[in-house]
Structure formats: structure tokens, C-alpha cells
DNA sequence: TATTGTTATACTCTATAACTATA
DNA sequence: TATAGTTATAGAGTATAACAATA
């Protein structure tokens, strides 16, 4: 047994990323359906999104912005005087997700909340001169963000992966 | 200002979700190439993960694994023996996160740490038989959940969007 | 009854930094 | 010098549960 956990060893050093594969037989698709890991659409969809996370993250890492943050800026200058409640069912959050989120941007006075006049659950949100300025700069990197991301397409593949992502969230 | 603000929210409560937008004009498109937040790739991958991480939780209520958990029971399965650094290389995670998820596993008696005879820096992951058979459970979860993701696209479209997102991460 | 905002709480993922052992 | 594993720490996102005010 030893020995065989030794030689099994040698190989995983020799290769380079996930090493045993050459040795050990996969026992892929054994009783499923599915057959390896590469198949599945939900593991790749968690890997662009890794790497788009961390590529964002990097490129806003001087701003200082969250690309939640940056999406509720962006939809209230959009939509001035929208609700919170608003805001979480666009970007499919939970009520308490949107509380943090906007009581960060609140804490830097990137925007007010407001009373309603009409229903009085509700509050306004606005930017502030500062939220302003904050979401001009974002829209800068937001541009080299997604060239970082199109710069892998053509113009029709790009239009074609938002019509299959579209799909699966809406 | 007070009664644009009341004018507003009359429209805001009459529609139905991001409601300012027929009241106050978009500012979309102002001084960047970027237009509306709909135009983004980001947004949708962030929202597409967002609709299946929420599915798959649901899905995988019961065995109480994250998605992160079942990738690397898969990924011993298929290549035992396998080491930390290599499973973290092929998940793109970090060496702290790949720890904290092998550490979960192995409390739950899912998997063993073996040495490594050849590099022993390095140390050996193995499925236990508990192991084992939560993959096995697994696999039926992920069937389902590949189903209800699968279901929105054709053959064609779902092997060509694996392909789009692959060059994102790859 | 349903919705909105709010607070408290907890878990997961992610990453950084520093340390040890080994190559 | 570089890599593997480890530990401590922290921030971000996600969610649930409960509550008050309002519709």
C-alpha cells in the first residue's frame, strides 16, 4: 500500500496541475447522468465569476467600491428617488443584503436616504454630489473592466453570452 | 421639491419594479462607451452565479454541502491522492480557502490527509467511505440541478456557453 | 394580510499576512 | 528562493428570523 501511495506520488510531482489523473482511472459518469466536472454548466459559471470577481476587485481596489456597491450607484442614478425594496429585487438580493450595502454607501455620503410623501414605508434614495463623482470615476474602470471581459469575443458572441446568462437569472 | 418628489414617488408605487424610470430620464451612456447596467457582462454573470448559487443551495439543503465542498469530493474522486495546492490551482481558489473547505470535509470524516512519501510538503487527499457515499448523493443533487439550469438551452446553446465562460476563466 | 425598513445573527467565500517545513 | 501547509484575521455577500410602522 505504501508503495503504491509512493508511486502514485511521483507522478503528482511530475505533472503539473491536478496530477493523479494519469495514474488513478476517473470514475466519471459512473451512475449519472453527468459525466466529468468540465460538463457541468454551474461549475463554470462559478469559475467566470471567480475570475471576474477578482479582476473587478483588482481594478477597483484604489476606489475602494464593491461591484454591489457599484450596481446600486448605478441604478439610482439611473432611477432617482427609487426604494430600497427596489433596488434588492433588481439585483436579486435579500432585504437585509440591501440594507448593508446601502448603509455603506450612506456611511460615505455617496447617498441620502429620504422620506417618502406617499407611502410612508418606503424611502427615496439619491446620490449625492459625491455619489456622483464616485459612479464617474467607477464608469471609467467599469469600461476597462468589461474590455478586460470583451476583449475574449466578438461583438455577436458578447450580445449572445448576455442573451444565455439573461436566461438563467430572469 | 417637495411635490416633484411626490410626483415621483405617485409613479414610483404605480409600477413595478425599478419605478423612477418613467418619470426621471437616464443618464445612461453620458460620457462613456458603457451604456445601460444591462449592457454589462459582469452584471449578468454576477446575476446568473447569484440565480444558481441560490438554486443549488435549495437543491442541496438536506446533505449540507456547498458547491465549493462537492467540487473537491468530485475532484479527489476523480484524482486521488491529490494534494491541497492542486485542488485549490484547478478550483482557482486560494491555499487558506482550499484549507478552511478540506478542513470542513475532514471534520465530517468526508476525506483523510495522508503524507505525501515522495515531496513531503505535500500531503495526500483521500474520499473515505463516508466520502464516497456523499458524492454519490451528491451526484443525484447535481443531476437535478443540471437539469433546471439545462433546461433553458438547447444542446448546442449550453455546450457553446460552457465555451464562452471557459474563456473567462481560463 | 402583505410590504418596507430595520436589527441581530450566522455561515460561506475570499483574501492577506506571517509562520514552519521542505524542495 | 520557491512551494506546501498552516493559522489568524478581516471583509463581503448571502440568508433567516423577528420586530415596528404602514398599506
Redesign the pocket.
Known sequence: MEKALEARDRQAAATECVSAESVVPSFRGEDTGVGGIDEIIGFHI?LAH?AT??HF?ETFSEL?L????VSVLWLINDHPHV????I?RR??????????????LEARNLLV?GASM??????TLTLTADGNAALQEARRCIDEHEHWLKSRFTKREATLLIELLRRIHE
Open positions: 462559478r471567480g470577481y477578482r476587485t475602494g464593491t461591484q454591489k456597491m426604494a430600497q425594496a427596489d434588492g439585483l436579486q438580493m435579500d432585504r437585509a443584503t440591501t440594507m448593508a450595502i446601502i448603509n455603506r436616504r406617499l407611502d410612508r414605508r418606503r424611502q
